[in-house]
């Protein structure tokens, strides 16, 4: 008799393909079953027939071949094929049987399926899953969260999948309970839209502000992925500006229009809930909203003559700009990820966190290894930049780091992402800011109070002001 598998994959697009067969290769007995069975048939005649890899033709058939307790890997579309899913499911599983949500699902969804499917005697995992293609074969960076005793049950499958950091350990930890796991994925894809927006600028404060031609650019890339900046994106941000297509390099032949699938929005959404400002990814979100309309830009390029001029600084400036924005970018993140843990009860460990994203992830860095070092230190720093490695690196950028953006205002380059995460480094190093304008503002004409400067925090006056 055939023995029965460790794990059911649902859903075989890149992703989830790609987890089969890594589950696979890690000695995992892998079922798999995809709505569309030419998917899973055209699956199973590559690769993973190789590896026994068994098929199913439906979901009932699925789960007669598991394993008891069971383990189901869904890795389909957010929202509500998850659900669906979710509902097929439970017609069948038993209970202490475990489903795990490998998608990029909103917390908040997490935290609602969780409870359905605990009220039905089966355990739920939402996991954030980052690496791309590339990590989901050969070793991803997993964030799981939700129902204790289901991390307990696929700690060891999991561990044996997930990418290794430098120090040889497996970049996956239990997170914590409820969304905490897609939490902190959305956190990580904001982030991600902040490096990758921070990069985007340099290149183009290079291209167009110092007329540099791609492959030049690349070259400093190149350059810099040998230092403190060494990162998955700064490697492959090389490596896209030395294609050519024809003799022309390629970058410069692709329409200069971003997409973007939530979660950048949703992190941005989730700061203002939370009262904790991520301001840089705010900005590379709006820019990529900006870029997707080029025919709005096209037409004010043609009423709006642009700055003459070329910008007045060298590329070791430009990147002092962006590590010290990447800090402010990072800081923002993991502020938010402390806020989140304080509101839902939580307890991250954002040690443990920078520690998974070391490698497998697409934000994975040496810089990484400075913030696990940092939140190992001192595991209730209140502010990443707090930490004396990284305060004394935004203090040495900071000439730089102004003159390229004061440098870029003036010859119309635009630099969200610098600007803001300078206007944030400014901000929150004020002592005094001009928000006591703000509530006067607000007292005059609505009666919403104030507190003084001369009292306790938590007095509030109302003042009755000459309105005339």
Same mark, same amino acid.
């Given at each position: 008799?055939?023995?029965?598998?460790? #794990?059911?994959?649902?859903?075989?697009?890149?992703?989830?393909?790609?987890?089969?067969?890594? +589950?696979?290769?890690?000695?995992?007995?892998?079922?798999?079953?995809?709505?569309?069975?030419? =998917?899973?048939?055209?699956?199973?005649?590559?690769?993973?027939?190789?590896?026994?890899?068994?098929a199913?033709?439906?979901?009932?058939?699925? =789960?007669?071949?598991?394993?008891?307790?069971?383990v189901v890997?869904?890795? =389909?579309?957010?929202?509500?094929? =998850?659900?669906?899913? $979710?509902?097929?499911?439970?017609?069948?599983?038993?209970?202490?049987d475990?489903?795990?949500?490998g998608?990029? /699902?909103?917390?908040?969804?997490?935290?609602? %399926?969780? *409870?359905?499917?605990?009220?039905?005697?089966?355990?739920?995992?939402?996991?954030?899953?980052?690496?791309?293609?590339?990590?989901?074969?050969h070793?991803?960076?997993?964030?799981?969260?939700?129902s204790?005793?289901?991390?307990?049950?696929?700690?060891?499958?999991?561990?044996?999948?997930?990418?290794r950091?430098?120090?040889g350990?497996?970049?996956?930890?239990?997170?914590?309970?409820?969304?905490?796991?897609?939490?902190?994925?959305?956190?990580?894809?904001? $982030?991600?839209?902040g490096d990758?927006?921070? #990069?985007?600028?340099?290149?183009?404060?290079?291209?167009?502000?110092?007329?540099?031609?791609?492959?030049?650019?690349?070259?400093?890339?190149?350059?810099?992925?040998?230092?403190?900046?060494?990162?998955?994106?700064?490697?492959?941000?090389? /490596?896209i500006?030395?294609? !050519?297509d024809?003799?022309?390099p390629?970058?410069d032949?692709i329409?200069?229009?971003?997409?973007?699938?939530?979660?950048?929005?949703w992190?941005?959404? /989730?700061?203002?809930? +939370?009262?904790?400002? !991520?301001?840089?990814?705010?900005?590379?979100?709006?820019?990529?909203i900006?870029?997707s309309?080029?025919e709005? %830009?096209?037409?004010?390029?043609? $009423?709006?003559? *642009?700055?003459?001029?070329?910008?007045?600084?060298?590329?070791e400036?430009?990147?002092?700009?962006?590590?010290?924005?990447?800090? #402010?970018?990072?800081?923002?993140?993991?502020?938010?990820?402390?806020?989140?843990?304080?509101?839902?009860?939580?307890?991250?460990?954002?040690?443990t966190?920078?520690?998974?994203?070391?490698a497998?992830?697409? $934000?994975?860095?040496?810089?990484?290894e400075?913030i696990?070092?940092a939140?190992?230190?001192?595991?209730?720093?209140?502010e990443?930049f707090?930490?004396?490695?990284?305060?004394?690196a935004?203090?040495?950028?900071?000439?730089?780091?102004?003159?390229v953006?004061?440098?870029?205002?003036?010859?119309?380059?635009?630099?969200?992402?610098?600007?803001?995460?300078?206007?944030?480094?400014?901000?929150?190093? /004020?002592?005094?800011?001009?928000?006591?304008?703000?509530q006067?503002? %607000?007292?005059?004409?609505?009666a919403?109070t104030?507190?003084r400067?001369?009292?306790?925090?938590?007095?509030?006056?109302?003042?009755?002001?000459?309105?005339?």
């Amino acid at each position: 008799m055939t023995q029965k598998a460790d #794990i059911g994959v649902v859903g075989l697009a890149v992703m989830g393909a790609n987890l089969a067969l890594n +589950l696979a290769d890690m000695g995992n007995r892998v079922a798999v079953y995809n709505r569309t069975d030419s =998917v899973t048939e055209e699956f199973l005649a590559g690769e993973a027939g190789e590896k026994g890899v068994t098929a199913a033709y439906s979901i009932e058939e699925l =789960v007669g071949l598991l394993e008891a307790p069971r383990v189901v890997l869904l890795m =389909v579309k957010a929202g509500k094929p =998850v659900d669906f899913l $979710i509902s097929q499911l439970s017609d069948f599983l038993e209970d202490g049987d475990v489903i795990i949500d490998g998608g990029n /699902s909103l917390y908040q969804d997490t935290e609602r %399926r969780r *409870r359905i499917v605990e009220d039905r005697g089966l355990l739920y995992l939402g996991m954030g899953i980052s690496g791309g293609e590339e990590g989901a074969r050969h070793g991803p960076s997993l964030m799981p969260g939700g129902s204790p005793a289901a991390w307990e049950r696929v700690e060891v499958m999991l561990k044996g999948i997930a990418a290794r950091a430098p120090d040889g350990s497996p970049c996956v930890a239990w997170i914590g309970e409820g969304g905490a796991g897609h939490f902190v994925k959305m956190v990580h894809n904001g $982030i991600e839209y902040g490096d990758m927006q921070v #990069i985007a600028e340099a290149y183009d404060l290079m291209r167009r502000g110092l007329g540099m031609g791609a492959a030049e650019i690349g070259e400093a890339f190149s350059g810099w992925n040998e230092g403190r900046l060494r990162s998955y994106l700064i490697e492959i941000t090389a /490596s896209i500006l030395s294609e !050519t297509d024809d003799g022309t390099p390629l970058v410069d032949l692709i329409l200069d229009a971003a997409g973007q699938k939530g979660t950048g929005k949703w992190t941005v959404m /989730s700061s203002m809930d +939370l009262a904790q400002p !991520t301001t840089l990814v705010g900005e590379a979100v709006y820019a990529r909203i900006v870029s997707s309309v080029p025919e709005r %830009r096209a037409r004010a390029a043609r $009423i709006f003559d *642009r700055p003459i001029g070329s910008l007045d600084v060298a590329t070791e400036a430009i990147e002092q700009a962006l590590y010290a924005s990447k800090i #402010i970018s990072y800081a923002q993140g993991f502020g938010l990820m402390r806020a989140a843990s304080d509101e839902f009860g939580w307890d991250l460990d954002l040690g443990t966190i920078a520690s998974i994203w070391r490698a497998g992830c697409i $934000i994975r860095a040496d810089f990484l290894e400075d913030i696990t070092a940092a939140y190992r230190a001192n595991a209730e720093l209140p502010e990443m930049f707090e930490n004396d490695f990284f305060a004394s690196a935004l203090n040495d950028a900071e000439i730089a780091w102004r003159r390229v953006v004061a440098s870029a205002v003036e010859v119309g380059v635009p630099v969200p992402a610098y600007s803001s995460a300078l206007a944030y480094f400014d901000s929150v190093r /004020s002592e005094r800011l001009p928000a006591n304008l703000i509530q006067a503002q %607000r007292d005059l004409f609505g009666a919403h109070t104030f507190e003084r400067v001369d009292r306790p925090r938590g007095e509030f006056f109302h003042h009755e002001w000459d309105k005339s």
